[in-house]
């Protein structure tokens, strides 16, 4: 599901908890291809528990539980 996601041409992108079966190094792989999307203008939304996922992102939203 990530592949088809970055692959398609769609100019928005939801990704839920995509990298929760990932380990660090290849999470940082993912959101680096996740930034040259936004780089092209793509709009790319990520749900996530992890707490390290932040340093990847411009803008966050937190919904308190």
Do not use: C, W
């Given at each position: 599901?990530?592949?088809?996601?970055?692959?398609?041409?769609?100019?928005?992108?939801?990704?839920?908890?995509?990298?929760?079966?990932?380990?660090?190094?290849?999470?940082?792989?993912?959101?680096?291809?996740?930034r040259e999307m936004t780089r092209?203008?793509?709009?790319?939304?990520?749900?996530?528990?992890?707490?390290?996922?932040?340093?990847?992102?411009?803008?966050?939203?937190?919904?308190?539980?």
């Amino acid at each position: 599901a990530i592949a088809r996601a970055i692959l398609q041409d769609a100019p928005i992108v939801v990704l839920d908890e995509a990298t929760s079966g990932v380990d660090f190094e290849n999470e940082t792989i993912l959101y680096g291809k996740l930034r040259e999307m936004t780089r092209q203008g793509k709009t790319v939304l990520v749900v996530t528990h992890r707490e390290q996922s932040r340093q990847f992102t411009d803008h966050e939203i937190r919904i308190p539980q």
